[in-house]
């Protein structure tokens, strides 16, 4: 039986200094024994030791409180030094320096999966809190957060009156067609400039860009885009997407433990443009009951198809770099947070296949709109 090595040779570091002093080491079940010539015996109970390195020589152990300024380090270069303390020292500091290192990816992975946990209840419970709320929600509170936000919006304050006539009898005859009665008042306002898009508020409010009605040729391309803002009002998409924002600013907030951004983004809800934005649910929703308001007010489809394309020909990856403000930015392509073009224009196509040999009336067979509709 081979006998078992305890005698070693090894520098103590003492924390102090980069000063290096030669030890003799002998190895006891209870502590580790140093002597340093012309001192006395230095012990070092196994309790208050660790593994710094133990894979390769040289071996390195660690005495006292890792946040101590003055730890001292053992080195040892003996290969047998490492098999040695473990057969001789308790299981628990033997394996201090494998279960370090277990505990260190086990620390990893738990940070990881808290992040994921986070970001998931982040991004599901509001929504999921939001699609239960919104039809418990007063309209007349739909009407007044509406209200908030268009006295903010940079509009129009003299539109050609003209324009807004064509506009405001386009909502009038969508509504008409709408099954059942509604409780929002559908008003049409212009905001000035050369961005392409069009947005529903909450309550009733419906801005459409001058950049739009410069980009429509005809009554029916703007009704097309109506009616989908409109669908956004009555299916309280608007609504929805703002109690989503909102909950999700105050999740993460109240994660990060910032109590003063969460009152100051309750506070600051109606003026944030991009708490409109919509999942691609509500766009494919609000684009399939759009065109069914279409075609139920006897209008030619064709004309939201159109209008459609020509907006794809305008999203923001096939346009030239143009100056804009931030806000622009924002809200710069109807398609910007929409659902593939190809994919929405293949699926109105189909929806009004049916409808393909009808011959459609004019929706104002005594207007010529590109005689009066806004320059670039």
């Excluded at 001192?39 to 894979?55: Q, S, V």
Aim: contains cysteine; proline residues 6%.
């Amino acid at each position: 039986m081979t006998a078992r090595k305890l005698q070693f040779a090894g520098t103590l570091f003492d924390g102090k200094s980069a000063r290096k002093h030669p030890v003799d080491i002998a190895l006891t079940p209870r502590e580790i024994i140093l002597k340093k010539p012309g001192h006395e015996p230095i012990h070092w109970f196994y309790g208050n030791l660790r593994w710094a390195a133990k894979t390769t020589s040289p071996f390195h152990i660690e005495h006292g409180d890792i946040n101590n300024e003055c730890l001292e380090t053992l080195v040892v270069e003996d290969p047998d030094f490492y098999e040695s303390v473990s057969k001789i020292a308790p299981d628990n500091f033997s394996d201090t320096g494998r279960q370090t290192e277990i505990n260190w990816k086990i620390y990893a992975a738990g940070i990881l999966i808290l992040i994921f946990s986070a970001y998931v209840f982040i991004k599901t419970v509001p929504s999921f809190l939001a699609d239960r709320m919104v039809d418990k929600i007063p309209v007349e509170w739909e009407v007044t957060l509406g209200q908030s936000i268009l006295k903010m919006l940079p509009l129009e304050q003299k539109p050609d009156q003209q324009v807004l006539a064509v506009l405001q009898e386009t909502v009038d005859l969508l509504e008409r067609s709408v099954e059942g009665k509604q409780p929002y008042d559908l008003q049409v306002y212009i905001w000035p400039g050369k961005t392409v898009n069009a947005l529903a508020l909450p309550g009733g409010p419906i801005v459409v860009f001058e950049g739009l009605l410069n980009q429509a040729e005809s009554p029916e391309e703007l009704a097309g885009v109506i009616a989908h803002e409109i669908q956004h009002i009555l299916l309280r998409h608007s609504t929805r997407g703002i109690l989503r924002n909102m909950a999700q600013s105050m999740l993460l907030a109240l994660f990060i433990g910032d109590v003063n951004a969460v009152m100051e983004g309750v506070a600051n809800l109606a003026g944030e443009l991009e708490t409109l934005g919509l999942s691609r649910d509500m766009e494919a929703e609000a684009d399939q009951k759009g065109m069914e308001l279409i075609l139920t007010a006897n209008i030619d489809p064709r004309g939201m198809m159109r209008i459609f394309e020509k907006l794809m020909e305008v999203e923001p990856e096939n346009s030239p770099k143009e100056k804009t403000t931030e806000t622009d930015m924002e809200l710069f392509s109807y398609f910007s947070t929409h659902p593939s073009s190809q994919s929405r224009l293949a699926k109105l196509e189909k929806q009004m296949e049916p409808h393909k040999n009808k011959t459609w009336a004019p929706l104002f067979p005594n207007l010529n709109w590109n005689e009066i509709k806004p320059e670039n």
